[in-house]
């Protein structure tokens, strides 16, 4: 290889991997927003929405797949104009009404913005696919520059996430040609885990009614601190400053 080859060689091998950063460290930010807001809900509600979530970040190849389906030129402009889901965050829950607040506190943050919202839990797929889909764009402050990078967002709960994992496997394991009666059960599966997340949603609530009545008659559970797994009891001189604001 001539030395001029090897010199651009070099430039293309640092553009694409800048460009492949810009992603990687968006999905970063976006994994550890919602980390604190796991970690808040837990100590301030004694809760936690959020069950898991997973990230993915498409291969070259695969970006290079999806350009030649669309008939994109590959420029990192293009690309960056057309492909979309390059970076992907899936966040599991446990209830319906996690979702949307979920979403409603990561679209209130002034660094996010909100491109696009697909709500396919209130108009579901014909299939019986569900789940909430944000366009979101963040910005990522390189060495020399700022970026704004857009990150996709699935929220969806436990038993959604287990009926699409399902359908991918019966869709790849049939190349796309899926029998018609299969069909016809994912749809049916679809329908009753759209009623088993509704049923248990309305056992959570029946639950934490409960509990927040128990909590009304425990003083020292009101009065106790609980912060990275470290016990504090709120001082009396903190405690009587309730007294003192409303006076």
């Given at each position: 290889m001539a030395p001029y080859q090897r010199e651009r060689l070099k430039r293309f091998k640092n553009e694409i991997t800048?460009?492949?950063?810009?992603?990687?460290?968006?999905?970063?930010?976006?994994?550890?927003?919602?980390?604190?807001?796991?970690?808040?809900?837990?100590?301030?509600?004694?809760?936690?929405p959020i069950e898991h979530t997973t990230s993915r970040l498409k291969s070259p190849e695969g970006i290079l797949k999806k350009i030649h389906r669309k008939d994109i030129d590959i420029?990192?402009?293009?690309?960056?104009?057309?492909?979309?889901?390059?970076?992907?965050?899936?966040?599991?829950?446990?209830?319906?009404?996690?979702?949307?607040?979920?979403?409603?506190?990561?679209?209130?943050?002034?660094?996010?913005?909100?491109?696009?919202?697909?709500?396919?839990?209130?108009?579901?797929?014909p299939n019986g696919y569900q789940s909430l889909h944000?366009?979101?764009?963040?910005?990522?402050?390189?060495?020399?520059?700022?970026?704004?990078?857009?990150?996709?967002?699935?929220?969806?709960?436990?038993?959604?996430?287990f009926w699409a994992s399902l359908?991918?496997?019966?869709?790849?394991?049939?190349?796309?040609?899926?029998?018609?009666?299969?069909l016809q059960e994912l749809k049916e599966a679809a329908d009753s885990a759209t009623a088993l997340?509704?049923?248990?949603?309305?056992?959570?609530n029946e639950v934490e009614g409960v509990k927040e009545e128990r909590l009304?008659?425990?003083?020292?559970?009101?009065t106790r601190l609980d912060i990275n797994d470290q016990r504090f009891q709120i001082p009396a001189a903190l405690l009587e400053l309730i007294d003192s604001d409303e006076e």
């Open positions: 800048r460009f492949m950063m810009m992603y990687k460290f968006a999905l970063s930010e976006m994994e550890t927003k919602v980390e604190i807001l796991k970690e808040e809900f837990q100590l301030l509600h004694d809760y936690n420029t990192f402009s293009d690309i960056r104009n057309n492909v979309k889901d390059i970076a992907g965050l899936r966040i599991t829950c446990s209830f319906i009404s996690d979702i949307y607040r979920i979403s409603d506190m990561l679209q209130q943050q002034r660094d996010v913005t909100v491109l696009e919202v697909k709500d396919y839990i209130e108009d579901p797929k944000l366009l979101i764009e963040v910005p990522v402050f390189m060495s020399d520059r700022e970026e704004q990078v857009i990150v996709e967002i699935q929220i969806r709960t436990i038993a959604m996430d359908e991918h496997k019966i869709y790849y394991k049939y190349n796309a040609s899926v029998p018609s009666h299969l997340d509704k049923k248990m949603e309305r056992i959570h009304e008659n425990l003083e020292e559970e009101v």
